[in-house]
């Protein structure tokens, strides 16, 4: 009886991570390697060996780690037979090719590494453009590597050859592409602003944080959406945003992006430019952190920084620390909080619902800021009226008023329901503004 053939998959590569730590370095992962290979897993390779890790004051410009350290890595190599070698740091082209001949196997630096995982988890055209835009630009300075096996002397006799003349091809052909895609992005990013300024009356809040802190889970809780969610690197990288209804029957809409990263190549930074950009338009930010991790605070930096970069006036007015549920020693909740005593806090867990009622009251406080509070007078007979009145905020009063033949109420709405209510309201219902509404936009368009 024959077998129905089934789909093989490609093989798992196994991998052997190695790093050098320079005294700019955060001192995260010192002799562990733990986020190069998380990176690692959520590439799909399997880590083999220990990990090798040099402290160096400045990296060799020939082969970033010293002489020592690079046969020690070869030796591993010879040991553990891996299909390549990781190195957890931005390698130059040169530098690259001696690692290789001095290995035997591929060498992949940290960046190579993480625009691997960006490709295989872009799903919408925006993220793959950007992605591609990133390798590009990454792999130009990296095309004679790719052309050893046609390298010539340059200039002398008899070696002006196909390689010289294929790697030149292939530079004004990238050149080319980058210079599409940067156009193409340029235009999704114009239409971005565009879909922005249209929400302009909505109050928008925006959930930013590293990488894995748990933000896509909180989205889902928080909405009841089903955006997909995993406890793995990069997990999103497209801004999703969905509507959410306070406990006061107020919406607000709530936005997740790509996360953060320690050493996050300037070129993958700059191809989401449009993407990170977003959180720039948030009413409010909140920080979220996973707090069980041993590194949150370094990881908390990484994230100030990086807004810094976006725009040096951005910050997260809460700080939402995530995961609370896996925390073995709350005291180390304190040392997260140190220099943040201007913003609030609340300890959750996405995934339980521990401290998601305390994170709505805050939002709400926030959002009352920028309220308006309205008296709004509608007919008895103006049913559609009053069930407008009734759905678009937070009722503070309540009352029928018999003389005057109509139903009193007070209200508390964002700016855009208040826009909302004043068209939709019937000719004979009367709105009247008590308070004005604040406006409290992180930054002003």
């Known amino acids: 009886?024959?077998?129905?053939?089934?789909?093989?998959?490609?093989?798992?590569?196994?991998?052997?991570?190695?790093?050098?730590?320079?005294?700019?370095?955060?001192?995260?992962?010192?002799?562990?390697?733990?986020?190069?290979?998380?990176?690692?897993?959520?590439?799909?390779?399997?880590v083999v060996g220990e990990g090798i890790v040099q402290r160096r004051a400045k990296c060799h410009p020939a082969t970033l780690m010293g002489k020592g350290k690079v046969e020690e890595v070869a030796q591993q190599v010879q040991a553990l037979s891996p299909d390549a070698v990781l190195v957890d740091n931005d390698l130059t082209p040169a530098?690259?090719?001696?690692?290789?001949?001095a290995f035997g196997v591929r060498v992949i630096d940290r960046s190579e590494l993480i625009l691997d995982i960006f490709a295989r988890r872009a799903q919408t055209a925006q993220a793959r453009l950007q992605v591609e835009l990133a390798q590009n630009e990454y792999l130009l300075p990296r095309l004679r590597r790719m052309w050893t096996h046609l390298e010539r002397m340059e200039g002398a006799i008899g070696t002006r050859g196909p390689g010289e003349t294929q790697l030149e091809t292939d530079r004004r052909l990238l050149n080319r592409r980058i210079?599409?895609?940067?156009?193409?992005?340029?235009?999704?990013?114009?239409?971005?602003?565009?879909?922005?300024?249209?929400?302009?009356?909505?109050?928008?809040?925006?959930?930013?944080?590293?990488?894995?802190?748990?933000?896509?889970?909180l989205l889902n809780r928080l909405t009841g959406a089903d955006e997909f969610a995993a406890d793995m690197p990069f997990a999103t990288l497209d801004t999703r945003?969905?509507?959410?209804?306070?406990?006061?029957?107020?919406?607000?809409?709530?936005s997740d992006t790509v996360g953060f990263l320690q050493r996050l190549p300037h070129y993958l930074v700059a191809s989401f430019h449009a993407t990170l950009e977003e959180t720039v338009h948030a009413d409010l930010l909140l920080h979220v952190v996973d707090a069980s991790h041993p590194d949150a605070a370094l990881q908390m930096r990484a994230v100030d920084q990086v807004l810094a970069e976006i725009s040096p006036h951005l910050s997260a007015e809460i700080l939402v620390l995530n995961k609370i549920d896996r925390v073995e020693d709350p005291i180390s909740l304190h040392l997260l909080l140190d220099g943040r005593e201007h913003v609030?806090?609340?300890?959750?867990?996405?995934?339980?619902?521990?401290?998601?009622?305390?994170?709505?009251?805050?939002?709400?406080?926030?959002?009352?800021?920028?309220?308006?509070?309205?008296?709004?007078?509608?007919?008895?007979?103006?049913?559609?009226?009053?069930?407008?009145?009734?759905?678009?905020?937070?009722i503070l009063v309540e009352e029928i008023e018999s003389e005057a033949g109509h139903l009193h109420l007070r209200l508390r709405l964002s700016p855009g329901a208040l826009g909302n209510l004043r068209r939709e309201l019937g000719p004979q219902t009367r709105l009247e503004v008590v308070t004005p509404p604040r406006e409290t936009r992180l930054i002003e368009d």
């Not at 995260?28 to 986020?35: A, I, N, P, R, V």
């Open 1 to 46: 009886m024959s077998r129905s053939p089934e789909p093989t998959r490609s093989p798992q590569e196994r991998l052997l991570v190695c790093g050098v730590i320079l005294p700019d370095f955060p001192p995260e992962f010192d002799g562990e390697l733990s986020e190069a290979r998380a990176l690692a897993a959520a590439a799909g390779a399997e």
């Open 95 to 101: 530098q690259g090719r001696n690692l290789e001949k």
């Open 179 to 217: 210079s599409d895609l940067k156009s193409k992005l340029a235009g999704i990013e114009r239409r971005k602003k565009r879909q922005l300024r249209t929400r302009s009356e909505e109050f928008k809040v925006g959930l930013v944080g590293y990488t894995n802190a748990g933000k896509s889970t």
């Open 241 to 254: 945003t969905r509507k959410w209804v306070l406990s006061d029957r107020r919406t607000v809409l709530l």
């Open 344 to 394: 609030d806090v609340v300890n959750v867990s996405a995934r339980s619902g521990e401290g998601l009622e305390r994170l709505t009251q805050l939002v709400e406080r926030r959002l009352d800021q920028r309220a308006a509070v309205v008296d709004v007078y509608v007919p008895f007979d103006d049913g559609r009226s009053t069930a407008l009145a009734r759905s678009h905020g937070a």
